[in-house]
């Protein structure tokens, strides 16, 4: 009798398009069971606050909330705050919009901006309670708060060091971050500086979406405005601007293949990284079946983008015992990185000039 | 009983639960739809009864996690018609609605739909203002006027050029 009922009730629900399979049970029909005596039954729904709900439901709307609308709800209450300001809720979006541009190198810098600061301040609510009290952001920041001197006096310290704080520091350019900008002052007029990537201090500029850069060299600071997403990355490797890599693909290296290899106009300045690939020496005359290239002790790097017979268009290293190598008239090359990565081969051809250069 | 199932009327029987709300009304459903929720699921693995009382789930509330529940439980429907079911079944309802949907799957542990509602939460939510979250959810503002003055301000990245809304 039952699956007959149900089973019509399937058949009613399968004419429409969408069937719903949820139905009272008519009374008449239920009172064949002998069902257990109703308990206490809860005649009134209470309000209930939204910091009621249970930790999953919670966190499953606040994990659908952006930046801006997970700051909008830290504002409602201090303990909406406390939650709104978790780090699993901010590093999905930390990665989202930071992860291509923010690498070890900046995490450091952020640590070390934080140890140098003073020990952040407390804001008071109404009520007293460790969730309520305001986070101490704000004056990390360096804002001059009033409110924050006035209650400085307050226990304990408070956690700066979140994945929120590195946000809001990032989206609102108060934290200048090092990373390297691709094409470098192109935008002031350079072509110099076309298919290679040197370190930089950065600002983002929420209001147009792009980036101040700020480079160094020999104790002067460069300016380049209006710096696009496309052509800045994490540094790739932990190794300073100033420093020589130690090349430890050498060995491999064969004609064909993509690399980046450090080079400096003269050594105060410090390096970039600059894309080429590596050519078959001239008494191989590239044919592919005789080619002996890969096992030479000579390895020439070509940077197609300059013409043939400029001085910029190809280099001689040494594959045994290659460091530094150069001169004063042009420049010192560093060491190498084999890139490996398809995408990273697919930047660099990206920002490929229209015309080969000088 | 007229039944096709070979297995014959008893273990056909076994087939269905029912489902007591807090105010009384009993829901008959699949047991197959009812498993849907781990709740459910430990309670029929644990006792014999066919009969599940909820005390704090109101018939209202019951009524749709049912439907969504019968209806994932249906083998015959494609996962496309499931998807649009669930986008469906979330529309067009109150906000207050929602709410009391959301606490019913975290009691009964229905994961997929406690997702499928919260997102429509947030989005509702979205370029809401704070005193409408705080009215909505009935939630005391604890900062001092002054205190909250100043996140404004500061917060001023986060305010800039937004179109909020109050209802």
């Given at each position: ?9 399937l ?13 009272k ?33 919670l ?16 504002m409602?209450?201090s ?13 999905k ?11 070890d ?7 070390s ?20 009290l ?21 226990e304990?310290s408070?956690?700066v ?13 108060k ?17 110099g500086?076309?298919?290679?990537c ?17 480079y ?34 050498l ?10 290899i ?5 050594k105060?300045?410090p ?14 005359y590239?044919?592919?079946?005789n ?9 020439i ?30 420049g ?23 015309c080969?250069?000088? | ?14 087939k ?6 807090c ?10 739809a009812?498993?849907l ?22 018939n209202?509330?019951?009524?749709m996690?049912?439907a ?14 499931k ?7 979330v529309?067009?309802?109150?906000f ?27 989005d ?20 001092t006027p ?6 404004r ?8 050029d ?6």
């Open positions: 009798m039952w699956i007959l009922w149900d089973r019509f009730l058949f009613l629900g399968r004419k429409r398009k969408i069937p719903i399979r949820a139905f049970v008519p009374s008449i029909l239920s009172a064949r069971f002998d069902f257990e005596p109703l308990e206490e039954v809860k005649e009134e729904k209470d309000e209930f606050s939204l910091l009621d709900l249970p930790d999953l439901p966190d499953c709307i606040l994990e659908k909330l952006s930046p801006l609308e997970l700051c909008s709800m830290a409602v209450c303990s909406l705050r406390e939650r709104c300001k978790s780090d699993h809720l901010w590093e979006h930390m990665k989202q919009k930071w992860g291509g541009v923010i690498g190198v900046a995490y450091r810098e952020w640590q901006q934080l140890a140098s600061k003073r020990a952040p301040k407390f804001l008071h609510c109404k009520t007293q309670s460790k969730f309520q305001f986070f101490g952001l704000f004056d990390f920041f360096g804002f001059k708060s009033e409110i924050l001197e006035r209650k400085n006096d307050l304990g408070l956690q060091n979140s994945v929120m704080s590195l946000y809001l520091a990032l989206e609102t350019g934290f200048w971050f090092p990373a390297q900008v691709f094409n470098r002052e192109v935008q002031n007029g350079h072509v500086f076309v298919l290679s040197y370190d930089a201090q950065l600002s983002y500029d929420s209001t147009t979406d792009n980036f101040v850069a700020r160094r060299a020999q104790g002067r600071s460069m300016i380049e405005e209006e710096i696009e997403w496309d052509r800045i990355r994490a540094p790739t490797i932990d190794t300073p601007a100033n420093v020589l890599h130690i090349s430890d693909c060995d491999e290296l064969k004609p064909g293949d993509h690399i980046e450090q080079w400096r106009k003269n105060v300045f390096y970039g990284w600059w894309y080429g690939v590596v050519g078959h020496l001239e008494s191989c590239a044919n592919e079946f080619c002996q290239c890969h096992i030479n002790d000579s390895v790097l070509e940077f197609k983008q300059y013409n043939r017979g400029s001085r910029w268009s190809k280099t001689m290293i040494s594959r045994k015992d290659h460091r530094e190598v150069g001169n004063e008239r042009d010192f090359y560093g060491g190498i990185r084999k890139l490996y990565k398809k995408e990273e081969i697919a930047k660099w051809k990206q920002l490929w000039p229209n080969t250069l000088e | 009983m007229v039944t096709t199932d070979e297995k014959g009327p008893l273990t056909a029987k076994k269905s639960v029912i489902i007591r709300s105010d009384g009304d009993e829901f008959l459903v699949s047991e197959s009812a498993v929720s781990t709740s459910l699921k430990k309670i029929l693995e644990e006792k014999e009864d066919r009969l599940i009382h909820l005390s704090d789930i109101d209202k509330t019951l009524a996690v049912i969504y529940l019968s209806t994932h439980a249906d083998d015959g429907l494609s996962d496309d018609l998807r649009s079911f669930d986008q469906e079944f529309s067009g309802k109150e207050d609605v929602l709410k009391y949907l959301v606490l019913a799957t975290d009691t009964l542990q229905v994961t997929c739909l406690c997702y499928t509602v919260a997102k429509k939460m947030a509702i939510m979205k370029n809401k203002l704070v005193e409408w979250v705080r009215r909505e959810f009935d939630i005391q503002n604890d900062y002054e205190a909250e003055a100043e996140i301000r500061l917060d001023a990245w986060a305010w800039d937004r179109q909020l809304e109050d209802d």
